[in-house]
C-alpha cells in the first residue's frame, strides 16, 4: 500500500483562491492573514485539502477561526497534520495554547475538539443567531 504524501505550510498568495473559498472574509482580508502568516494549507499528494485561518484574540491569544477539510479527506487524520504544524509553529513564536470554539448545537465539531486534544474552557451563551451560544476549547501545547 502507498501511503499518501502529506505536506502543511504556510499558504502563500497562490493559495488565495482556496483559503478564501469559504466566503467568510474577502479576498483582500485573507490576503492579509496569508501576508501575517495565519493561514496554512494542507497538501495531499500535491493537491490543496484543507486549510487553517487564525485570528488572535485581543491581538495576543491564538484562536483557530476555522479549518477545512475537503470531504474526501475527512476522517483520515489530515486534520491531526494540520493542526501539529500550527502548533509547532504557534510554539516557535512563543505561544504554549491555541484555542478554538464551535456552536453548541454542532456535536461533530465538538467530539472532533475533544479527539482532538483540546479541553473545554468555557461558553458563551447567545451569541450567535438564533440564540445558540458557543463553546470554546484550549490546546495546550
Known amino acids: 500500500m502507498v501511503k ?6 504556510l499558504a502563500e498568495n497562490s493559495d488565495l483562491d482556496f483559503v478564501c473559498q469559504d ?8 490576503l492579509w492573514k496569508i501576508k501575517r ?14 486549510y487553517l485561518r ?17 470531504e474526501r479527506y475527512q476522517k483520515m487524520g489530515y486534520s491531526r497534520d494540520l493542526l501539529g504544524f500550527v502548533e509547532k509553529t504557534l510554539k ?16 461533530i465539531p465538538q467530539a472532533w475538539h475533544r479527539h482532538i486534544g483540546f479541553e473545554e474552557c468555557g461558553v458563551i451563551n447567545g451569541i450567535n443567531e438564533g440564540g445558540v451560544g458557543e463553546i470554546f476549547f484550549r490546546k495546550k501545547f
Do not use: H
Not at 37 to 49: P, Y
Not at 93 to 107: I, K, R
Open 92 to 107: 516557535i513564536m512563543g505561544y504554549e495554547v491555541l484555542y478554538s470554539s464551535s456552536q453548541a448545537d454542532e456535536t
Open 4 to 9: 499518501d504524501v502529506v505536506t502543511v505550510r
Open 37 to 50: 502568516r495565519e493561514c496554512f494549507v494542507l497538501c495531499v499528494d500535491g493537491n490543496l485539502a484543507g
Open 23 to 30: 466566503g467568510y472574509l474577502s479576498r483582500e482580508e485573507v
Open 54 to 70: 487564525l485570528e488572535f484574540l485581543w491581538s495576543l491569544v491564538p484562536y483557530i477561526a476555522l479549518i477545512i477539510i475537503k
